[in-house]
Each structure stands twice: as C-alpha cells, then as structure tokens.
C-alpha cells in the first residue's frame, strides 16, 4: 500500500466508516507472529517491554501481543517504555502512550537523552562538524542532520537508552523488547526476522541478555486499523487529523512530503518547523537529499526566513560546486587519509578551503599548502596500523552526500 492508499485508509478510519465489517470479530485480525523461543521465555514469565511511540503501530502490537500474553498465561513483568525525543515529537504522542498504558494496566516508563533532545543533537553535530572541518580533521563539511544510512536519531536516541533502562530494570533476566515494525513498511523492514538477538541488552555486569520481537511483522495497515477499531482505542491525531500517514518525529528524514506538509498544519509543530528551518539556512544542508524542509510550509516563516533560506541555497550550490574540484582519491574511505596529497592538491585544497570559509564565513585553520601538508602528515602518522591496508584492501571512496559521504561514517558521534 502506497502512501497515498493509506492516507485514504486512515481518512476512512477518521471518519469511522467500516473499514472492518459490523460482524467483525477478533479472530478476523491476523495472530500475531511468535516464533518458539518467544513462546518459551513467555512461559518462563521472562520480562516484556513494549517500545511505544503513540503511533498505530506500536499500540496495535501492545494490543494484540497483551491478549496474546494473557492467553499464554504470563506472569512476568510488562511495562510500555517510550523514548522521548523532546521538541521534535508530536505533542499529542506522550499523552497517547499514556492512553495505551491506562487501557492496558501496564506501567508507562519514559527515558530521554540526558545530553538534550534531537534538535539539540543535530546542532550539536553540525557545531563538532565545523569544528572537525576547521581542524582538517574531513576533507568535506559533513551534514547536521540524520540520514536513511545513519539513522543516529533512532540508534542514540531511541534504542540504546531504551536498551539501558530495561538491563538496569531487569537484571539477570532474558528480555523481549517488543515492536510494532510491519514488513509492508519498507523493503529494508520486508527482510527482518520476527525475532532477533538485541546486543545491546546483552550485559555482563547485570547478566541479562534479550532479544527484539516483532510479533506484526506480516500484518498490513488494514491489519492495523482493524485492531484499533476492534479494541475502540483511538488513532493518534497526526492521522484523524491532520492527515499524516504515519507518526514518529513531527519531521522526520525518512518521511513523505506530503507528511511533512500534515506535520506542518499543526500549530504545536511550527516553533520546530522554523527552528529545523534556521539549522539548515546555517548549514546550507538540506533536511532530506532532495527537498529543503523551508519549502514544505514556507508561508509559516518570516520573510526574513524565506530571503535567508534563498540565500542559504544558493551557498549551497556553490559549496557543492568547491567541493566537486577535490580529487577523487582525497574523499573520505575507510581509513582516510590513504596518503600524502602532492603539493599541487595541497594548493588546490588550500583554495578550496579558503572559499568554504569565506562562504559559510567559518574560522578555519591549515589554509596554506605547507601547513596542510603537516596536518596530513600528523593524520597518517595518528592512524592504528590496522587502517593502513594494502590498496585492494581498502573500503571504496564514497562520493554520495546522503547515503555515506566524507567522513559521515567516521563522525558518527
């Protein structure tokens, strides 16, 4: 189902017209998937968690895998945990989890980043990326933003401080951290296993290991919508609505732009609209490859915003066409830097630089040929003996901006 079918699934829904049928029953909806290992750690009563983010999803699967629970006679602990990722969120998704929990009895733990929020980690990486620049320690600016190939925003944000609060909960058990991941999602979601290892609730320390469950795979949004009206819980107002076809940050990397334009007609998002907005007028990067998030709702931004963001695009394109003279076996690889630049790459490099700086008006440092020829130097000496492979050895260049570019995997921090 494309992304225009299921926003005229969810329209229907809103609307409460009979997706499913008035003799429905709840044998109609798929059971959930719950390969053997799962039924045995169930019947040991091993701990579940829920992760929940307000969305149909997650709470179709809290649902159906809570009467499956129930069935199996389970007695170990439940609890819902939602990581909250503060400014960037939906207002109404904290609130909607807490539904969820009151429906199901089932405790509510919410964790959050301690360092700030999302918006605060992707100004944060763009401030350490300057900084980096500055340094000669990447050949390239790198983005601030979170990408389909570096997914931070899920790995930080979401599944490691989730991960940590369910090792420190539940020592010396085996833990099942629950999701409402569906295979129609996405080809990359298509190929996941109903239930796989989960390293991260592996811990020596506190003896507990875990895996991720998820029961929803082979279910379809039909799937979905049907379990919310056979349980009467509500959907989330992104979709009833505002019209979005799926819930998780208010504007998220991954998302359509017709989600992006619903995300944008509710007032309790546009602060962060126009603050991501301004991150990507400083950065001359765009929030997706493809699209500038100020063109999505550019008639919430102050005309100063609008005048700033066309210039911000223009940067852009220049900083893009400075970059494209450096040499190809300068970009960034696994290992980088592979060797010495001649001295006339180091005058090249030394233009280059100068331009970006001037550009983005950056304070920077090795401008001069000679003085980044010793910071390359210093580089190769810095590197672990295990970086300095045989050529055919070597991971190839990277040259795609968005998927992996100069120093992207490097600088994942």
Same mark, same amino acid.
């Given at each position: 189902? %494309?992304?225009?079918?299921?926003?005229?699934?969810?329209?229907?829904?809103?609307?409460?017209?009979?997706?499913?049928?008035?003799?429905?029953?709840?044998?109609?909806?798929?059971?959930?998937?719950?390969?053997?290992?799962?039924? $045995?750690?169930?019947?040991?009563?091993?701990?579940?968690?829920?992760?929940? !983010?307000?969305?149909? *999803?997650?709470?179709?699967?809290?649902?159906?895998?809570?009467?499956?629970?129930?069935?199996?006679?389970?007695?170990?602990?439940?609890?819902?945990?939602?990581?909250?990722?503060?400014?960037?969120?939906?207002?109404?998704?904290?609130?909607?989890?807490?539904?969820?929990? %009151?429906?199901?009895?089932?405790?509510? @733990?919410?964790?959050?980043?301690?360092?700030? *929020?999302?918006?605060?980690?992707?100004?944060?990486?763009?401030?350490?990326?300057?900084?980096?620049?500055?340094?000669?320690?990447?050949?390239?600016?790198?983005?601030?933003?979170?990408?389909?190939?570096?997914?931070?925003?899920?790995?930080?944000?979401?599944?490691?401080?989730?991960?940590?609060?369910?090792?420190?909960?539940?020592?010396?058990?085996?833990? &099942?951290?629950?999701?409402?991941?569906?295979? *129609? $999602?996405?080809?990359?979601?298509? =190929?996941?296993?109903?239930?796989?290892?989960?390293?991260?609730?592996?811990? =020596?320390?506190?003896?507990?290991?875990?895996?991720?469950?998820?029961?929803?795979?082979?279910? !379809?949004?039909?799937?979905?919508?049907?379990?919310?009206?056979?349980?009467?819980?509500?959907?989330?107002?992104?979709?009833?609505?505002?019209?979005?076809?799926?819930?998780?940050?208010?504007?998220?990397?991954?998302? !359509?732009?017709?989600? &992006? @334009?619903?995300? !944008?007609?509710?007032?309790?998002?546009?602060?962060?609209?126009?603050?991501?907005?301004?991150?990507?007028?400083?950065?001359?990067?765009?929030?997706?490859?493809?699209?500038?998030?100020?063109?999505?709702?550019?008639?919430?931004?102050?005309?100063? @915003?609008?005048?700033?963001?066309?210039?911000? =695009?223009?940067?852009?394109?220049?900083?893009?066409?400075?970059?494209?003279?450096?040499?190809?076996?300068?970009?960034?690889? =696994?290992?980088?830097?592979?060797?010495?630049?001649?001295?006339?790459?180091?005058?090249?490099?030394?233009?280059?630089?100068?331009?970006?700086?001037?550009?983005?008006?950056?304070?920077?440092?090795?401008?001069?040929?000679?003085?980044?020829?010793?910071?390359?130097?210093?580089?190769?000496?810095?590197?672990?003996?295990?970086?300095?492979?045989?050529?055919?050895?070597?991971?190839?260049?990277?040259?795609?901006?968005? *998927?992996?570019? %100069?120093?992207?995997?490097?600088?994942?921090?």
């Amino acid at each position: 189902m %494309d992304v225009k079918q299921q926003h005229t699934a969810l329209q229907r829904m809103a609307q409460d017209k009979a997706q499913c049928g008035m003799g429905t029953s709840y044998q109609e909806v798929p059971a959930i998937e719950a390969p053997p290992l799962v039924a $045995e750690l169930i019947q040991n009563h091993a701990p579940v968690a829920f992760g929940v !983010s307000g969305g149909k *999803d997650s709470s179709a699967m809290a649902l159906a895998t809570t009467a499956y629970l129930d069935q199996m006679g389970h007695q170990g602990p439940r609890i819902l945990i939602h990581s909250d990722l503060g400014r960037v969120e939906w207002a109404e998704s904290l609130p909607m989890c807490q539904r969820l929990a %009151d429906r199901l009895g089932i405790e509510l @733990i919410v964790v959050r980043r301690q360092a700030g *929020d999302l918006l605060d980690r992707w100004c944060t990486r763009w401030h350490n990326n300057v900084a980096r620049y500055a340094q000669l320690s990447c050949v390239k600016l790198i983005l601030p933003w979170s990408t389909a190939s570096m997914r931070f925003c899920t790995s930080e944000l979401k599944t490691a401080i989730i991960c940590r609060e369910l090792v420190q909960r539940f020592p010396g058990q085996t833990i &099942l951290s629950v999701a409402g991941l569906r295979a *129609d $999602e996405s080809p990359l979601r298509a =190929k996941l296993p109903v239930l796989m290892p989960q390293a991260r609730l592996t811990s =020596k320390t506190l003896q507990t290991t875990g895996y991720n469950w998820h029961p929803l795979l082979p279910w !379809s949004l039909q799937d979905v919508l049907c379990c919310h009206q056979l349980a009467r819980f509500p959907l989330h107002e992104a979709y009833t609505t505002y019209g979005s076809s799926r819930v998780s940050c208010a504007f998220c990397m991954l998302g !359509s732009r017709a989600d &992006l @334009i619903a995300s !944008s007609a509710c007032p309790d998002n546009q602060a962060i609209y126009r603050a991501m907005v301004e991150l990507e007028i400083t950065s001359t990067f765009s929030f997706q490859e493809q699209q500038w998030l100020g063109d999505v709702a550019p008639h919430l931004l102050p005309q100063e @915003i609008r005048e700033q963001l066309h210039e911000a =695009k223009g940067r852009a394109r220049q900083r893009e066409r400075i970059e494209a003279r450096i040499p190809r076996h300068l970009l960034y690889s =696994k290992g980088w830097p592979l060797g010495m630049p001649t001295y006339a790459e180091a005058i090249l490099l030394s233009e280059v630089r100068r331009e970006i700086a001037a550009l983005l008006q950056l304070s920077i440092g090795y401008t001069e040929p000679d003085a980044i020829l010793e910071r390359y130097h210093e580089l190769l000496l810095a590197r672990p003996l295990a970086q300095q492979q045989r050529p055919e050895q070597r991971a190839p260049i990277q040259h795609c901006l968005w *998927d992996e570019h %100069d120093g992207e995997r490097m600088y994942a921090v």
